[in-house]
């Protein structure tokens, strides 16, 4: 095969750059396999009209989890490998030790254990036959029935046998249970893991998963996806058309991209505007030098301002974008204001009023080139595809039922699928969960969502409520006997409307559950009195109150004593328990917790056998 297109090798910050440049600077290559699949998964993304979007490439080992806002990669200066830091400019991605070849195995104390030891291809899981003898990740889907018994269309077959043997040895039986409880302890443990580094890289810095959209690939993203888009609240899932192979795919939805970089240290109340310009002007004339060595024409080059700020004292900076244009007071200051925003987002506060530090001037530069998207597909005649052929499985009622397989290679742009269902196809399996509904796109991207609450009337005639209509059924004349299906669990509206009664504050709740959102107005005085009113009913869980406290803690530790009021205080004639929030920092603190834990569903009833999890 003779190809005439140039070589390219692929960089640890989304880009690519040419082999000679790659034999000046290796250090750009580390990580750079990971850093493919993020950018396949932006270009997925940005095809299916998603610009905001929570990546996660499950392989056999590790899971990789990154950030795309507003269509752009998230880079980090702050990496690591094997402990050393690596100051260079590569895509913020937080890998875990969670794949399908990760070990199960029960600890001293009786849990069970899942990773981060992984059986690895060889001799991989069990079920492959190959020597390997702990149970894994992939024995557990297989003994569940959620993958077929074979690997790429059969051409590797695996042994059921083998796998349930294996989590019967090593799981089970220390445990008393059987092999089916065992194999959903594996995936539930497995999900959590990948479920708190998803809040790692979105909750815990500010940002709310309801705004954006999951993207699960690798060869068992898709099977876990549906899993992790219940646990996260997030309000959809896409799969990309060919999940198994998409670090390969992103290699073709990148661009030229090179980094410069240049110190100089001012404080705010001495900015050099003259010497700040002229630092961008040099960065730009290396940049376009070097687009220009790699034959891209002027209009296929774009170039990026960022600046690095910090406030004066602190040990780490921020990188925020740069205006355009010749730098001058007012340029600096929308700089500024960005670094400040971004501050808040990350930490929760801010402070306008403090001096600020420049460290570091950067330019990103890109050789825009042309990127190769999937065909077309053809357009469904029917909306519902066929299936041809199901299979017994375990999803989410923790007992075998029939399920509809369907051939990912026969969908049509327009079919649409109710879960529970299974979609196969050569380097992947699609799990959707009950009350899940997917959706096929002209690229074969599989778009899932939820499909709202499955109210049933006491004549038992089903309705489909959207879930922004969920306090209208909470406040509204339905029957307290009527039963709503709610995360897959049927309870009545009247257990329902206990729970809603009984949980943080009808105002917050109202106005979180019409708007699906978190960006309701914050009273403090009035979120103080419930939280304290919550926690004295026992409405909240305990987890509230000591993740309040070790943040409290934390505060403490970072900011003086004079800057902090306790979020607990004791009233001294009561007894009781009350709450200080004057200081601007603990509010804001306070706030972003509140806002976290509505997120993450911690506000729960304590009515048996229901979430008030939306």
Do not use: W
């Amino acid at each position: 095969i003779q190809i005439k297109s140039p070589l390219y090798i692929m960089k640890s910050n989304g880009g690519i750059f040419p082999p000679e440049e790659a034999s000046r600077f290796g250090a750009y290559m580390a990580l750079s396999g990971p850093a493919a699949g993020m950018s396949g998964a932006a270009f997925i993304g940005e095809l299916s009209g998603h610009k905001n979007l929570i990546t996660i490439d499950m392989g056999g080992t590790s899971a990789d989890i990154a950030l795309v806002l507003d269509g752009k990669l998230q880079v980090s200066t702050e990496a690591r490998i094997n402990k050393q830091p690596l100051a260079l400019p590569i895509i913020d991605i937080h890998t875990i030790g969670a794949g399908g070849g990760s070990i199960a195995s029960i600890a001293d104390n009786g849990a069970i254990l899942v990773g981060p030891e992984s059986a690895g291809a060889n001799p991989g899981p069990a079920s492959y036959n190959k020597g390997g003898v702990f149970p894994t990740v992939t024995d557990a889907n297989l003994v569940l029935g959620r993958i077929p018994p074979h690997l790429l269309g059969g051409s590797v077959k695996l042994d059921v046998e083998a796998a349930s043997n294996s989590i019967k040895e090593f799981v089970a039986k220390p445990l008393g249970t059987n092999i089916v409880e065992a194999s959903l302890g594996i995936i539930k443990i497995v999900n959590e893991t990948m479920h708190g580094a998803l809040k790692l890289m979105s909750v815990e810095r500010g940002l709310d998963p309801a705004d954006f959209v999951l993207a699960a690939f690798g060869g068992a993203g898709p099977v876990h996806g549906g899993d992790l888009m219940r646990l996260l609240s997030v309000n959809s899932l896409i799969i990309p058309r060919y999940p198994g192979i998409l670090c390969a795919n992103g290699l073709l939805a990148t661009d030229l991209k090179y980094d410069f970089m240049i110190t100089k240290l001012q404080r705010s109340d001495n900015f050099n505007f003259k010497l700040m310009d002229e630092a961008f002007n040099e960065l730009n004339n290396k940049a376009n030098k070097r687009l220009a060595l790699d034959n891209i024409v002027p209009q296929k080059r774009k170039i990026v301002r960022l600046a690095d700020f910090r406030y004066s004292g602190q040990g780490t900076e921020l990188s925020v974008s740069f205006p355009r244009g010749a730098v001058s007071q007012q340029t600096t200051l929308e700089a500024i204001n960005n670094f400040h925003k971004l501050h808040k987002q990350l930490y929760t506060f801010s402070d306008p009023t403090a001096p600020v530090e420049l460290v570091n001037l950067r330019v990103q530069a890109f050789g825009l080139l042309d990127h190769i998207a999937p065909p077309l597909i053809e357009t469904a005649k029917e909306v519902e595809p066929i299936s041809k052929k199901s299979r017994s499985a375990v999803i989410d009622q923790e007992i075998f039922e029939k399920v509809k397989v369907f051939d990912r290679a026969e969908l049509c742009y327009g079919h649409i699928i109710n879960g529970p269902a299974i979609i196969d196809q050569l380097d992947s399996t699609t799990l959707l969960l009950r009350n899940q509904e997917l959706s096929v796109d002209q690229s074969m991207t599989l778009d899932a969502n939820f499909m709202g609450l499955q109210v049933l009337n006491p004549s038992n005639k089903a309705e489909i409520i959207d879930p922004t209509q969920i306090k209208t059924i909470l406040t509204g004349e339905q029957d307290d006997k009527a039963k709503v299906i709610l995360n897959g669990k049927e309870v009545s509206v009247g257990q329902l409307r206990a729970a809603y009664n009984k949980s943080v504050a009808d105002r917050m709740v109202g106005k979180h559950l019409d708007k699906r959102n978190l960006t309701f107005s914050f009273d403090v005085d009035y979120a103080s009195d419930e939280l304290h009113k919550s926690i004295k009913e026992g409405a909240i869980t305990v987890d509230l109150l000591n993740y309040l406290q070790y943040a409290q803690t934390s505060l403490k530790a970072s900011q003086s004593a004079s800057e902090l009021v306790d979020f607990f205080t004791f009233d001294e004639e009561t007894g009781e328990q009350k709450y200080e929030l004057n200081n601007p920092i603990v509010i804001a603190k306070f706030e972003q917790l509140f806002l976290s834990y509505f997120a993450q569903g911690v506000f729960r009833e304590r009515v048996p056998g229901i979430q008030l999890n939306i």
